[in-house]
């Protein structure tokens, strides 16, 4: 018996298959294991994909509406990709922070007030009940995976709705203009320039596509800092589509939260603007507007007939601390004095603002703040020779004719649905963002982590 037992001990056939089993087995444990992990890598993508676009529409409707307001659309978007009866509650009100981003240290810091920035953290875990089921790795006592994701956006506001030229169309420069370093030109369309313009250090000139550039014969050579201030950038002129909730916090609730001209919360806020029942300017007899009648602190409202009716603000015509909205067309003369105040005309003419020569738009102190001027029009604007503007704005949902004096800008922000057309010999200077800080304004938004 002794030796049968010997001879089947020393026996080595069969070996294969048992070796066979064994890898066998290892495979199965590896590819149970890919599984789990492939598992989590699929919810973690998920995850990111649902709180980046649950961040993107918190910090969005955070510009206009409350706190509360936009978590409750961040939690209705995060639901919407990752259903809650299949998922479990991956956001949760307490998991999106408002406050702000520093992009040098990537650091968040945490301020409900906010509307700068909104971290976002979306996550399956199991102390939420909602952990990422394993296979494998539950014979090892880990039932569950814990998968997290974070997003941050933030709201930026671009350079050159701050301080320079922005148009859904063509923007035309003509000959022998100086553009002041950090001065920008932006172009839905293209820009057209002429020769003898000069272009110093940080100018920005954008279009979608900078090769669209018009030049003339002489090419960059006869346009000093052109080619260096070429980029290829595009915008939606998100501020053009705001045109009515400025209007409706003017003239419809001036007080309120989002859009008021007298709610300090607002990104509208004018605070010398000091009493919210509008003065009624007769529109019917002269021309000259009669400046008696208005009033500091307060919003006028104008009428007119028709669309081809204007009023003057003539020669020593003083506009201080106040608001005028009107449907005519507006003429500026040499000698009137605009400054600290709002002028709307929803007139849509060609020329709803319109000036001979000579005019000044806000207070040259030299970048101070306060002193500047917001002029918007649903119509276009056109002011002839001799233009001189300080940190103010006009915005245009039509055309913007322009032709600056030789000296005469500092801090300007134009803004036009239609094309902007720039004459010869002008100066545009910059401020550095120094008095301009009462710009309208749309904010844009980045994801920053």
């Not at 276009?380 to 055309?399: E, L, N, P």
Request: glycine share 10%; hydrophobic share 40%; charged share 20%.
């Amino acid at each position: 018996m002794r030796h049968p037992f010997r001879s089947f001990a020393q026996r080595e056939d069969g070996g294969i298959s048992a070796l066979s089993l064994q890898m066998f087995i290892g495979a199965l444990a590896f590819g149970g294991l890919a599984v789990d992990f492939g598992k989590g890598v699929t919810s973690k993508t998920q995850l990111q994909i649902a709180g980046d676009a649950a961040a993107h529409a918190a910090i969005m409707t955070r510009e206009t509406k409350s706190a509360e307001e936009a978590k409750e659309v961040a939690l209705n978007v995060a639901a919407g990709n990752m259903p809650n009866a299949k998922y479990g509650d991956v956001l949760t009100e307490e998991n999106i922070n408002f406050g702000y981003w520093d992009r040098d240290t990537e650091v968040f810091t945490v301020d409900p007030a906010s509307s700068e920035a909104v971290l976002v953290t979306t996550q399956q875990v199991s102390a939420n009940g909602n952990g990422v089921t394993t296979y494998m790795m539950r014979l090892t006592g880990l039932s569950e995976l814990d998968v997290t994701a974070g997003a941050v956006f933030e709201s930026y506001y671009p350079t050159c709705f701050n301080e320079g030229m922005v148009a859904r169309e063509p923007v035309d420069i003509q000959s022998n203009n100086l553009f002041g370093s950090g001065f920008c030109i932006h172009s839905q369309d293209h820009a057209a320039f002429s020769s003898g313009n000069l272009l110093e250090d940080k100018v920005v000139v954008s279009m979608p596509d900078k090769r669209d550039i018009e030049l003339p014969s002489s090419g960059f050579e006869s346009n000093d800092g052109l080619e260096q201030a070429l980029r290829d950038a595009s915008y939606q002129i998100k501020i053009l589509a705001r045109i009515n909730d400025i209007l409706g916090g003017i003239v419809t609730d001036p007080t309120d939260p989002a859009i008021g001209i007298m709610a300090p919360t607002s990104r509208y806020y004018r605070p010398y603007v000091t009493d919210a029942s509008p003065i009624d300017i007769q529109g019917t007899g002269a021309t000259s507007l009669d400046g008696s009648k208005f009033r500091a602190g307060r919003i006028h409202v104008l009428s007119c007939k028709n669309d081809n009716s204007h009023k003057q603000l003539g020669s020593g015509f003083v506009m201080q601390n106040m608001v005028l909205v009107t449907d005519c067309r507006l003429q500026f003369n040499a000698g009137a004095v605009i400054e600290d105040s709002v002028i709307i005309t929803t007139n849509p003419s060609d020329k709803a603002f319109y000036a001979s020569s000579n005019i000044v738009l806000g207070r040259d102190d030299d970048c101070a703040g306060g002193g500047d001027v917001q002029m918007i029009a649903l119509g276009g604007v056109d002011f002839a020779a001799g233009t001189s503007v300080f940190g103010s704005q006009i915005i245009a949902a039509g055309d913007i004719a322009f032709a600056a004096n030789a000296n005469g800008i500092e801090g300007v922000s134009l803004v036009a649905g239609g094309r902007i057309d720039v004459t010869s010999n002008g100066y545009y200077g910059v401020c550095g963002g120094a008095g301009m800080n009462n710009n309208y304004a749309a904010a844009y938004f980045r994801l920053a982590r």
